[in-house]
């Protein structure tokens, strides 16, 4: 009875915010708006979040512009939803990145870092053609060691989570930058909004979906 009680109450906790955004089941459509990933994929997400995650590249002039609203958005998050970023590794140049994002994380400088990195590659042009050149921004703007950083690019840890994204990128249908992903199950089709701002209203219907999904048991 009482889980029964939950799923209604979430049910209606849905509907309410339907009915504050009118035509909002109809504004956002499969196809459209979003894809199903089938079959849905794992998330890292605790038990009761739900995992929103950005599928990006700091190599990628469009996931620089986007970045703003992934902040924005993030500040302001559902309570039951838990953020995650997967950087690509489409060729070299991006692999280099992603190492670096994995290796800011292993570093503990990422949040330090993670916006000044965007600025630097594309507004201020800093010149990242090699590890080294990528080790020495790093090192400076995270107060690290630059060769210890090289060593974390290098590391078996960076060098497994590289492998785990390339991996899971194709098997949630991404082929584009930024994309975002809601709970391993959902899709944003970014051709389907018109701003940043509307592909993050669409992020929170799925999260409103998604919770509505796992109150009821399903």
């Given at each position: 009875m009482l889980i029964r009680l939950v799923a209604l109450a979430a049910l209606a906790a849905v509907a309410t915010t339907a009915a504050a955004q009118p035509n909002l089941v109809e504004r956002y459509r499969e196809g459209v708006h979003f894809a199903t990933i089938d079959p849905p994929q794992p998330t890292s997400a605790p038990a009761g979040k739900i995992e929103v995650l950005e599928v990006f590249s700091y190599a990628c002039p469009a996931c620089a512009m986007f970045q703003p609203a992934v902040s924005q958005w993030k500040a302001r998050m559902p309570a039951n939803a838990t953020f995650a970023a997967m950087p690509v590794a489409w060729n070299p140049a991006w692999e280099?990145?992603?190492?670096?994002?994995?290796?800011?994380?292993?570093?503990?400088?990422?949040?330090?870092?993670?916006?000044?990195?965007?600025?630097?590659?594309?507004?201020?042009?800093?010149p990242m053609a090699s590890n080294e050149d990528v080790a020495r921004w790093f090192a400076k703007a995270g107060g690290v060691k630059e060769a210890d950083f090289l060593a974390a690019m290098q590391s078996t840890g960076v060098s497994a989570k590289v492998a785990r994204a390339k991996q899971a990128v194709p098997r949630l249908g991404v082929s584009a930058t930024p994309t975002m992903v809601v709970n391993g199950r959902?899709?944003?089709?970014?051709?389907?909004?018109?701003?940043?701002?509307?592909?993050?209203?669409?992020?929170?219907?799925?999260?409103?979906?998604?919770?509505?999904?796992?109150?009821?048991g399903r």
């Amino acid at each position: 009875m009482l889980i029964r009680l939950v799923a209604l109450a979430a049910l209606a906790a849905v509907a309410t915010t339907a009915a504050a955004q009118p035509n909002l089941v109809e504004r956002y459509r499969e196809g459209v708006h979003f894809a199903t990933i089938d079959p849905p994929q794992p998330t890292s997400a605790p038990a009761g979040k739900i995992e929103v995650l950005e599928v990006f590249s700091y190599a990628c002039p469009a996931c620089a512009m986007f970045q703003p609203a992934v902040s924005q958005w993030k500040a302001r998050m559902p309570a039951n939803a838990t953020f995650a970023a997967m950087p690509v590794a489409w060729n070299p140049a991006w692999e280099m990145v992603a190492r670096a994002y994995y290796a800011a994380e292993a570093l503990g400088i990422r949040d330090k870092t993670h916006d000044a990195f965007f600025k630097a590659l594309h507004v201020e042009r800093v010149p990242m053609a090699s590890n080294e050149d990528v080790a020495r921004w790093f090192a400076k703007a995270g107060g690290v060691k630059e060769a210890d950083f090289l060593a974390a690019m290098q590391s078996t840890g960076v060098s497994a989570k590289v492998a785990r994204a390339k991996q899971a990128v194709p098997r949630l249908g991404v082929s584009a930058t930024p994309t975002m992903v809601v709970n391993g199950r959902y899709r944003v089709l970014n051709q389907g909004a018109s701003s940043a701002e509307e592909i993050f209203q669409v992020v929170d219907f799925l999260v409103a979906r998604e919770a509505a999904r796992l109150a009821a048991g399903r």
